[in-house]
């Protein structure tokens, strides 16, 4: 069982960052595969970026690529995703996950979920 708890998020300026934890609840965090998904009012669950369990392979959809970027630190069971130049539509919440298997986290299947952090970038 992994219990996951997102913080950080806020309302942001125009052009401004914000940088998203998720703090994880096991004793296994080297095993994991994380990611972060986004879902803003009104619209589906949509993958936003991923890293695998030993921290070499990171995956980014296109719509965040070279703006946000996500990493892990083991030592403190914490994942993290910088998101630089933030535009309206990264308003959303967003949820942290984890899995096994790097492709059920890219595919928003995974095991294993946190609450979610509200991400809002003001007009």
């Given at each position: 069982?992994?219990?996951?708890?997102?913080?950080?998020?806020g309302l942001v300026q125009p052009g401004g960052s914000l940088k998203?934890?998720?703090l994880a609840?096991?004793?296994?965090?080297?095993?994991?595969n994380f990611g972060w998904h986004r879902q803003a009012p009104g619209k589906e669950r949509e993958f936003v970026?991923?890293?695998?369990?030993d921290g070499v392979n990171t995956y980014y959809a296109d719509s965040v690529k070279g703006r946000f970027t996500i990493s892990?630190?083991?030592a403190r069971?914490?994942?993290y995703i910088q998101m630089n130049?933030?535009?309206?539509?990264d308003t959303a919440v967003y949820y942290c996950s984890a899995d096994s298997k790097s492709a059920y986290v890219i595919?928003?299947?995974?095991?294993?979920?946190?609450?979610?952090?509200?991400?809002?970038?003001?007009p």
């Amino acid at each position: 069982q992994v219990h996951l708890e997102e913080s950080g998020g806020g309302l942001v300026q125009p052009g401004g960052s914000l940088k998203l934890s998720c703090l994880a609840s096991t004793s296994a965090f080297k095993s994991y595969n994380f990611g972060w998904h986004r879902q803003a009012p009104g619209k589906e669950r949509e993958f936003v970026a991923a890293i695998s369990y030993d921290g070499v392979n990171t995956y980014y959809a296109d719509s965040v690529k070279g703006r946000f970027t996500i990493s892990r630190a083991n030592a403190r069971k914490t994942v993290y995703i910088q998101m630089n130049e933030l535009d309206p539509e990264d308003t959303a919440v967003y949820y942290c996950s984890a899995d096994s298997k790097s492709a059920y986290v890219i595919r928003g299947t995974s095991g294993f979920w946190g609450q979610g952090t509200q991400v809002n970038r003001s007009p």
